[in-house]
């Protein structure tokens, strides 16, 4: 696994990155990219895996002019190019699925493929994305798992530092989340525009995104829903299941 | 000296089980006693606040009557704490119901204003129907205000920079012209209502311990004051803000030292003890503080000031351990003057905030309060002011 930093428009971007084959791009959820995970490795067997940290999250440099997550999205299409090759397949969790969205409305040629867990991004016809500001952020870590045990061991395994970078991570998501919260009332009308190859994955006990916010980008996007096991973190709880639903979906 | 009266203007006819049961209609988020942002106002009876808030402004008057020079207002959002959702409707009806008495607003929450330049009409209205009487007061306001108002906590404090130089602008530049910053857009600036007071209403700025709140007050020579601080961070407060006034040119004096505690003043001291308690009942144990998530939300300070703030609220909850450090002035008048006078002397305040009535004190309590602090503290506070050169 190779770590290195690529500046885009004056923001240092922090990059993980594995495998080769097909260009993938994870984009993380909005607690943050907490290192190489087991996802990252098996995924990394079949793909070009590239895993940044999201500017203004983990260790990555903060823009402080940046209010939106359109223009969070920009940012990300330019470290696309910066890293150069040809277009390729995006998976986004939860938050990094409204980012991956949003990249893919606004910039439709630099995505093969599109699957999004659990995404935020749209308001739900029907329940609420959960308000995180209104616990700490460790409980809302928590929130996002079904099973106590893999909570327990996720939490253990990052060790010291956590509070901190977790606080931080929320601290960009309040800058450009805050209002609306979690969504952007433009991007169900741009996303039908968008006719790239969608898998739409919700995991089955998530408390933080209902499943109509699933099954709205379903209809704006006009591909699969699939459902997995766990909870908004289903990537920690069943990450064989995601990756081989990611995997089959990408052909491998 | 100019001594102001203070009542949060409780809430106080709620049930102490009201707090603490959960219910099928209750904000998911919410625990048992979680009383501030989310505790559901279903327990809000209109009736009972219509009482409330005359007997509030019958206490205001008497404050007046029995020699208080300023009465303090402020505002609170979705608190059982505080009935003061709007600091500027408070401001107007002292306004009309007082005849001299200052109009201490500590303060407008600027950052929750979408637009300054009404709050610049307000205050220059009411300014004008109270002859002059306007001392506008303004905070960044606290974490559980912005989620009240759904104001991004992140940029709270640009905010409140760039509401604070709109706001003086739109009272001192005549318009009409425009305003194009970072948080505010305003295509014309032309208020038909300016203050009568110039350039402007006096401008102070209340807060706790922030080391820049207390910079950009001492750097534009707005007097701080000091919320119920503990003498160890008063006094270091002090000092910051001296140093700060000397660097921008002038000696900071009493003039610009405000401080506001909690004196609760009856004929025997086991009266004064119970009230007491209700302060704390209300402020500690019901209403609380509790959630540091909501109090300073992530962005709202830094994560290191954050975390050292929810250790501090909870060291100082008991009433004894806030008797012994004067953060809590508590007792006959002859006591109370004794513990006032060390403050006034340690601290040399020239603006003093004095906050006897809390919790579910009853009315005919409070205006006994009032009574005894203006025959027989105010005369005493001021001998001592004068004899220690505590001037406003």
């Known amino acids: ?252 | 000296m100019l001594i102001s009266y203070f009542t949060e203007q409780p809430y106080s006819a709620l049930s102490a089980e009201d707090a603490w049961d959960l219910h099928p209609f209750d904000h998911m988020a919410r625990r048992p006693g979680d009383n501030v942002l989310i505790h559901s106002n279903r327990f809000f009876d209109p009736v009972a606040a219509s009482r409330l808030y005359a007997e509030r402004i019958r206490e205001y008057e008497l404050a007046e009557e029995v020699g208080f020079d300023g009465v303090m207002v402020n505002e609170h959002h979705n608190a059982p704490f505080c009935m003061q959702a709007r600091i500027t409707v408070m401001s107007s009806v002292v306004a009309a119901r007082t005849k001299r008495v200052k109009i201490v607003q500590l303060g407008n929450p600027l950052p929750t204003w979408d637009n300054p330049v009404q709050l610049a009409e307000e205050t220059a209205m009411i300014d004008m129907i109270s002859n002059g009487r306007l001392v506008a007061g303004i905070v960044r306001a606290g974490g559980a205000e912005q989620l009240a108002n759904n104001v991004n906590p992140a940029y709270n404090r640009e905010r409140f920079h760039e509401a604070h130089d709109l706001l003086i602008k739109a009272w001192t530049v005549p318009g009409p012209w425009r305003w194009e910053g970072e948080h505010y857009h305003q295509r014309i600036v032309n208020p038909w209502a300016v203050p009568l007071q110039k350039p402007h209403p006096p401008v102070w700025v209340p807060g706790i311990t922030s080391k820049e709140t207390i910079e950009f007050a001492a750097s534009h020579g707005y007097p701080y004051v000091c919320l119920n601080t503990s003498m160890e961070d008063t006094k270091r407060i002090w000092g910051l803000y001296d140093k700060i006034a000397a660097e921008t040119g002038f000696a900071a004096g009493p003039q610009h030292r405000g401080y506001l505690v909690r004196c609760i003043v009856a004929e025997t001291e086991e009266k004064a003890l119970r009230n007491a308690r209700e302060h704390l009942w209300m402020s500690g144990e019901f209403a609380g503080f509790g959630r540091p998530t909501w109090i300073a939300p992530t962005g709202y300070s830094s994560f290191e000031a954050r975390t050292g703030r929810a250790a501090m609220d909870k060291a100082n909850s008991s009433l004894e351990g806030q008797i012994e450090r004067g953060t809590m002035v508590v007792g006959t008048p002859e006591q109370v003057v004794a513990r006032l006078r060390w403050w006034l002397e340690e601290t040399r305040p020239g603006l003093l905030m004095l906050w006897p009535n809390d919790g579910r004190l009853d009315h005919e309590s409070s205006l006994e309060a009032i009574r005894l602090m203006g025959e027989a503290v105010l005369p005493s506070v001021k001998k001592i002011a004068r004899e220690l050169g505590l001037y406003d």
């Open chain 1, 1 to 252: 696994m190779h770590a290195f930093r690529q500046a885009v428009a004056g923001t240092e971007i922090d990059v993980l990155s594995d495998g080769v084959g097909p260009r993938l791009t994870i984009l993380h959820r909005d607690t943050g990219r907490a290192g190489w995970t087991g996802l990252h490795a098996r995924l990394a067997k079949h793909f070009h895996v590239i895993a940044p940290s999201l500017p203004g999250y983990d260790a990555s440099g903060r823009p402080d002019w940046l209010r939106n997550v359109a223009d969070l999205s920009a940012l990300v299409g330019m470290l696309d190019d910066a890293l150069e090759g040809e277009p390729g397949a995006w998976l986004g969790h939860g938050f990094g699925g409204w980012v991956a969205a949003e990249l893919a409305a606004r910039s439709p040629a630099r995505v093969t493929k599109l699957v999004l867990h659990s995404p935020m991004g749209i308001r739900p016809p029907e329940g609420e994305i959960f308000d995180q500001f209104l616990i700490e952020a460790e409980d809302y870590a928590r929130l996002g798992f079904s099973d106590q045990a893999t909570y327990d061991r996720q939490r253990a395994d990052e060790g010291e530092g956590r509070s901190a970078r977790l606080d931080r991570n929320r601290e960009m998501t309040t800058r450009i989340a805050w209002k609306p919260a979690m969504f952007d009332l433009g991007l169900p009308h741009l996303l039908r525009g968008v006719s790239v190859p969608a898998l739409i994955a919700w995991s089955r006990d998530d408390a933080i995104v209902p499943r109509s916010c699933a099954e709205a980008y379903r209809d704006a996007l006009g591909g699969r829903l699939a459902e997995i096991a766990g909870g908004h973190m289903a990537e920690y709880e069943a990450p064989d299941a995601l990756a081989t639903l990611v995997e089959d979906f990408l052909g491998c």
